[in-house]
């Protein structure tokens, strides 16, 4: 197990994985529980994570998101949607516009770090077509895609991305 330190820098995209080894349930729990734990305003935890295991939907998935293959080949795409109006019951306006959106991907980014922690990969997308996805998986109407992500055991191991110094992100007051 690493800690917390080792486990962000280990985290990349990985955008092949191994097709011999599926997602067992237990480490999959594990991994939703995880973003479950996540902190969301109100602890209302605006958002539904819908787990797809199904080749032909990770395919149709992969093709709303402009064929992007990799996420038909993943053994399971989460796809992390937001929920506006339960966040808006309690906070109104800014609760759906933004609380809902801001729950949801911080409930992405614990299960991502749990990932790498259950010593797998994964890989967020973003760009994708709403209302393919809203069709595809019969989402409720109130129900918003934000992120999609494929979880998987790597068959690559991605080298690291330059990030910008912390100089050039940070500033003190």
Known sequence: MWDFFSTVRHRHSVR???SDMPVEDAPLHAILEMACAAPSAGDLQAYRIIVVRDPAERAALAAA??????IAEAPVCLVF?????RSARE?????????AIQDTTIA???AQLAVVAA???SAWIGYFDTDAVRRLLTLDTELEPIALMTI???AELPTATP??????VVSFR
């Open 119 to 121: 010593g797998m990969g």
């Open 163 to 168: 990030r910008r110094r912390i100089n050039d």
């Open 81 to 85: 949607c937001a929920d506006p109006k």
């Open 91 to 99: 906070f109104g306006e800014r609760g759906e516009r933004l609380y």
């Open 108 to 110: 992405a980014a614990y």
């Open 16 to 18: 092949h994985y191994q």
């Open 152 to 154: 998987g055991y790597p």
């Open 65 to 70: 998101a402009e064929n992007q293959q990799f």
